[in-house]
């Protein structure tokens, strides 16, 4: 159960970060909207018809987002098991974790998925793997730490 609580919030707090960060990022560089974001989300399932779908894939793609989020939270609690430095040094593995993550997402995940393979720009690419070292793997290796000082 202890377990359970900090997976959830590190998810929660992983899930707010990233989609923070590219609402932010593609609302002020390109003038999309959160919705639409959320909607991209939902692209990886649905294809091109996710901007089509009004609310309906805007949920989507918040459900699909904040549970890939926990799921990379989890992965992490379950990986600390291992790999101590994620719950004990998680200002320095964390990061690293963020980084494992962003290469999966975009070498594995996106390319199988409807959206395909992703092309930077060299500012997109600091911006996604910022977020990923630090918006996402930092608070999923605290969420570690928080697991492992619970249990």
Do not use: E
């Not at 999309?32 to 959320?38: E, L």
């Not at 996604?128 to 793997?137: D, E, N, W």
């Amino acid at each position: 159960m202890i377990r359970t609580r900090a997976i959830l919030w590190g998810g929660l707090i992983v899930g707010l970060c990233d989609i923070g960060d590219a609402i932010i990022f593609f609302g002020i560089r390109r003038g999309i909207s959160p919705g639409r974001v959320f909607q991209s989300v939902a692209r990886g399932l649905l294809g091109p018809d996710a901007f089509t779908g009004g609310a309906a894939t805007i949920a989507l793609g918040a459900v699909l987002h904040f549970s890939i989020a926990t799921c990379v939270a989890a992965t992490c609690v379950f990986l600390s098991r291992w790999i101590t430095g994620l719950a004990t040094n998680p200002l320095v593995f964390g990061p690293v974790y963020g980084i494992g993550v962003f290469a999966f997402m975009y070498l594995v995940v996106l390319p199988l998925s409807q959206v395909g393979w992703v092309h930077f720009d060299t500012i997109g690419f600091v911006n996604a793997l910022g977020i990923h070292m630090f918006g996402i793997g930092l608070p999923a290796a605290l969420a570690a730490r928080k697991a492992a000082r619970l249990s």
